[in-house]
């Protein structure tokens, strides 16, 4: 059994150089077209690929030599040649890309630059908190809206930025349903407008986003036992698909009692059972006063386990002789205890 594991990983990592080296031979015969000369700036996408699939080859050749236990000169001359070949072929591309400027590895640019974890802003000199673009799977059409107006805000408005580098960093930050829809699409300029347009027609449905926050609010998960954290998420989740349906035009202030009767099936038992005692009964109830008696109560029971916390850090102390009680100088004593019994 060992052994075929073995076997079979030897075969994974042995396909896996096959592709590295195969992708160097496709970079070097675009090289090598004279009719279809390759761009600086897509030159400049093709370095970077290309410095990560050898960078990538050597991890595997030397995984691989562990496995199959190389050790002589003559085992390493096949990965010798291909390294050669490949360091070639990242010269050739960065003398076409000589003149491009290096946006995704500058660090003294005082406009946006963009990098592989992330975008970092720089102003007069000083750099500013780096901005993460969460990546779009297409699962949920609830955050389609907030990550294309982020791409469009941080990428696509960067007149840094050519639309084949715009292209490279939009099939970065999109992953399985959504990448695939433009995963074929030639890493060039023109494709660009042509990924942005498949993308829209896909996901910028505006039917499907305000029935997917919805139901959204219908799925929220039931509350077994209220405590603190599990009324504010209810609440939260609540507001924010409430703010994202008001934001696509619908009228949700007429939605109050739906949504109330709704909302009050997912608190548990006895809280839905305060709110009823605690509302006057002479008026009709409406969302937002709920929503607030459940951020309340929500309060409430911190400041109860709090007190319940010191309560029972005075009582294990509270003997005859103690005289470290309620002093300024038992409170790191008291915060140790609390934290121990916690």
């Not at 809280?271 to 005692?277: I, V």
């Not at 929500?298 to 470290?324: H, I, R, V």
Request: proline letters at 3%; glycine letters at 4%; a neutral charge.
């Amino acid at each position: 059994m060992k052994n075929n594991t073995k076997s079979n990983e030897i075969k994974k990592i042995k396909a896996q150089i096959a592709w590295c080296k195969g992708y160097t031979t496709k970079i070097a015969k675009l090289l090598d077209e004279p009719d279809k000369p390759l761009d600086s700036e897509t030159a400049q996408i093709r370095l970077e690929q290309t410095e990560a699939n050898l960078k990538k080859y050597n991890d595997l050749a030397l995984e691989l030599a562990i496995l199959t236990e190389k050790d002589s000169f003559e085992d390493f001359e096949e990965e010798d040649e291909h390294e050669e070949r490949t360091i070639i072929v990242i010269s050739r591309l960065r003398k076409l890309t000589s003149t491009v400027s290096k946006t995704t590895t500058s660090s003294s640019s005082s406009e946006t630059t963009v990098d592989t974890t992330g975008v970092t802003s720089y102003h007069g000199g000083i750099r500013l908190p780096e901005i993460d673009i969460p990546a779009y799977d297409g699962k949920d059409y609830t955050k389609y809206v907030a990550f294309i107006e982020l791409f469009d805000a941080i990428i696509d408005s960067s007149d840094k930025l050519k639309p084949v580098q715009k292209l490279f960093y939009l099939k970065k930050y999109l992953k399985g349903e959504s990448l695939a829809l433009i995963e074929g699409l030639p890493l060039t300029s023109e494709s660009y407008g042509k990924a942005r347009e498949l993308i829209k027609l896909r996901y910028d449905n505006k039917f499907l986003v305000i029935t997917n926050h919805i139901q959204a609010i219908i799925d929220s998960t039931p509350i077994a036992k209220g405590t603190a954290s599990n009324l504010r998420e209810l609440v939260s989740n609540t507001r924010q698909h409430l703010g994202a349906l008001k934001a696509l035009g619908q009228p949700i202030e007429q939605w109050d009692l739906i949504v109330l009767t709704i909302i009050l099936k997912k608190v548990d038992q006895f809280s839905c059972r305060a709110y009823h005692q605690e509302r006057d009964s002479d008026k009709m109830p409406n969302l937002e006063d709920f929503l607030s008696f459940v951020e309340r109560r929500a309060s409430s029971f911190e400041e109860s386990q709090q007190s319940e916390d010191c309560d029972l850090w005075t009582k294990k102390f509270e003997f005859p002789g103690n005289k470290m009680l309620r002093g300024a100088g038992s409170k790191g004593m008291r915060q140790s205890f609390l934290k121990q019994q916690r």
